[in-house]
């Protein structure tokens, strides 16, 4: 009966091409390894160094040159120990050689400013923990632990999936008419996450026109984004072009450290799942599993290649760093992720998309690691985890990090109609926002792609989208005349630009979905905010916030479009009007340059644009009979008023 059903389940769950453990146990050798990796090791901070410190090291030396045998401190022992070998280490003449001894490996993670101590058992692990708990040195001394990915929800029998919903607006054959202007991915019509008639979706195309637009031909920054999780096929037909490249060791010597940072051959990344803790070919970060590629694939899958799907930012923004370390059965361990941020802070990574957890209260090296991220402007994304549960009391490892730190966020699943999954978990107030993680087609190792389900493939949409809006907020500040963009501001303008359901509320802090350019409108309030704070620039003399909640365009955009980013913007504005029929050109275009003075200017309109005039001109005309057209952008706009209240 038991063998029976087993049989039924995997029947059912056929259609999930995931590298997942065929069978118990497999699953267990794996959590052994990862155990092996874990029980061994323990992550220390230390406390500031203090002057009586300095002083305390100048008595050692003046014993040491005396002839006496200065009893060292464990601080002393172990970030001495940092990056050399064993043998080194036994050759010590020491009182605590005991404990030095047993010391397999001593890791600093410079940029999280921890050490990790690997010992050769299980027992000496304990005897120095027992000693540095009661060392005045320690800040906080704690256990490695093991974690794994969020197993992917398997695929439901075809009638049981979520419906497609029903169009709920006229604009479909529009929308595709022109995103197909934008897009040549073959598969681009089968990533319904993105765009699709009922508009559940986070209206990717949308920004990514608003995005063009604004750029203008001009540069914006690159955003590195760490996918940690079980790895990256780098050579994947529509991942190669977006991997970032370590040029040290992509043109230098196999087999040797090229650029000295402690890894091997790290031409993308880093395997830090590998033992011991770092060593030979832990550069090399293919992809076992299969479940960090498709979330790679998600975030930045490379567009208008004629290759496989789009991913959710626009070109050129992201560049994904392969942080490996979960192994083929998708487990790993605290340090290990740890590790993969401070390779990632070294590197420049600015998010973190985090599609692992487990229940638990959470490791204070968690915390420690996040808020030096913190420091360095790094956002960290990650998933509520698929166990359909409440986890508002800070029960998961690592979403609930989110709670205390502004440049943490977490993530449930939507499905296609727009409603939480009922494997997703949620929280009142520990989830932040809601994005699409169901039948969420991407790529995997193989040059193919599949769809997988869960709340680790909404994690990356967010993920993505942060990367567009740093890249968005770093050229914007610049415009503006501030300060860079910070990771709390990202993450306010993802969860303030949100969109609104009422399915939602309750179950995220947002009681909103993840919506692209809405995150951007948010953000350039966001900014535009702080310039008038910071320097003077008027917000209200350059935007027509009144009216932003009335007039849309058929890019979904609002009239911030139309305005100081590029006061070109104003010259299609004429073919667009809000729901009672009245030309944008006017109140948009008032933002910036009377529109008067600009047609005398230039005599026309519209021909600085790339955007086929056939598709603007048929959204104008549909404009005034069609209902109104979605909203992209739930934020509330100035005199209190909600974008899309009519
Ligand atoms: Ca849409
Ligand atoms: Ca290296
Ligand atoms: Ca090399
Ligand atoms: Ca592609």
Same mark, same amino acid.
């Given at each position: 009966?038991?063998?029976?059903s ?14 997942q453990?065929?069978d ?24 500031? $160094? ?8 100048e ?19 172990l ?7 064993r043998?080194?280490?036994?050759a ?25 101590v ?7 692990k ?12 320690v ?5 490695d632990s ?7 929800v ?22 595709? +008419? ?18 699709? %008639? ?5 209206d ?8 063009? +637009? ?40 196999? @087999? ?44 930045a899958?490379?567009h ?21 370390f ?55 994304i990650? +998933? ?13 490892i ?15 699943a ?21 994005? %699409? ?17 869960g ?13 567009l ?32 359901? %009422? ?6 802090? +947002? ?22 704070a ?13 009216? !932003? ?13 139309y305005g =100081? ?7 299609f504005?004429?073919? =667009?009007?809000?729901?009672? @029929? ?21 005599? $026309?309109?519209? @021909? !600085?644009i790339?955007? %086929? ?12 009979s ?12 100035r ?8």
């Open positions: 009966m038991l063998l029976l087993t049989i039924v389940v995997l029947l059912a769950s056929g259609c999930v091409a995931s590298v453990p065929s118990a146990k497999a699953s267990e050798a794996a959590k052994l390894s990862a155990t092996n990796r874990a029980k061994s090791r323990l992550l220390i901070s230390w406390k500031p $160094e203090s002057p009586d410190r300095r002083l305390h090291e008595d050692m030396q003046h014993l040491s040159e005396i002839g006496a045998t200065p009893v060292r401190s464990l601080r002393n022992i970030t001495g120990l940092r990056g050399q070998k043998e080194l280490a036994t010590l003449e020491d009182p605590n050689a005991d404990i030095v001894r047993k010391v397999n490996e001593v890791v600093h993670l410079k940029q999280v400013d921890m050490d990790v690997e010992m050769t058992d299980e027992e000496s304990e005897t120095l923990l027992a000693a540095l708990r009661e060392d005045n040195d800040e906080f001394v704690e256990e093991v974690v794994s990915l969020d197993p992917l398997q695929n439901r029998a075809e009638n049981e999936t979520t419906p497609e919903p029903e169009e709920q607006h006229s604009l479909r054959n529009y929308t595709e +008419a022109f995103w197909r202007t934008m897009v040549n991915d073959p598969l681009f019509g089968e990533q319904w996450y993105l765009d699709q %008639p009922s508009d559940a979706d986070v990717a195309p949308e920004a990514w026109a608003r995005w063009s +637009a604004f750029l203008d031909g001009s540069d914006a920054p690159e955003i590195l984004v760490g996918i940690v999780d079980t790895g990256v096929d780098f050579s994947h037909p529509d991942l190669r072009d977006a991997m970032w490249r370590n040029e040290a060791e992509l043109f230098g010597e196999p @087999g040797f450290d090229d650029d000295m940072n402690g890894v091997v051959d790290d031409v993308y990344g880093v395997d830090m799942s590998v033992y011991p803790f770092r060593g030979i070919a832990a550069g090399s970060i293919g992809d076992d599993n299969s479940h960090g590629t498709h979330c790679a694939g998600i975030a899958a490379t208008n290649n004629s290759e496989g799907i789009a991913g959710i930012a626009p070109p050129n923004v992201v560049r994904i760093v392969a942080l490996k979960l192994d083929f059965f998708g487990f790993g361990t605290t340090a290990d992720a740890i590790a993969s941020f401070d390779y990632g802070l070294s590197n420049g990574v600015k998010i973190f998309s985090n599609s692992w957890g487990m229940f638990g209260s959470l490791p204070n090296a968690l915390r420690h690691a996040v808020d030096r991220g913190r420091q360095r402007g790094a956002l960290f990650m +998933a509520a985890g698929n166990d359909g549960r409440d986890i508002e009391f800070g029960l998961r690592p979403a609930s990090l989110s709670l205390e730190f502004p440049n943490a966020i977490t993530v449930a939507t499905k296609r109609d727009g409603e939480i999954a009922e494997w997703s978990n949620f929280a009142e107030t520990a989830v932040d926002i809601a994005a %699409p993680g169901e039948k969420i087609l991407s790529t995997v190792p193989g040059a193919t792609y599949v769809e997988y389900s709340t680790s493939m909404a994690t990356p949409a967010v993920a993505g989208t942060a990367a809006l740093y890249s968005y907020g770093e050229v914007l500040a610049g415009r503006l005349g501030v300060s860079p963009v910070t990771p709390e501001e990202i993450k306010k303008a993802l969860t303030h630009g949100a969109q609104m359901t %009422p399915e939602l509320k309750g179950k995220v802090k +947002a009681g909103a979905a993840l919506n692209v350019p809405g995150a951007m409108s948010a953000l350039r309030g966001i900014l535009t905010d702080r310039a008038y910071e320097n003077g620039f008027n917000p209200e003399s350059h935007r027509c916030s009144e009216l !932003e909640a009335s007039f849309h365009d058929g890019l979904g955009a609002d009239c911030a479009f =100081f980013d590029s006061a070109v913007r104003c010259d504005a004429s073919l =667009f009007k809000n729901f009672k @029929g009245e030309s944008a050109a006017t109140s948009c275009c008032a933002c910036g340059t009377k529109p008067e003075s600009r047609e005398r200017e230039t005599g $026309e309109t519209g @021909g !600085e790339s955007i %086929p005039t056939e598709v603007l001109s048929e959204s104008a005309e549909g404009r005034t069609d209902p109104a057209p979605p909203v992209p952008s739930g934020r509330k706009l005199g209190g008023r909600q974008a899309g209240s009519k």
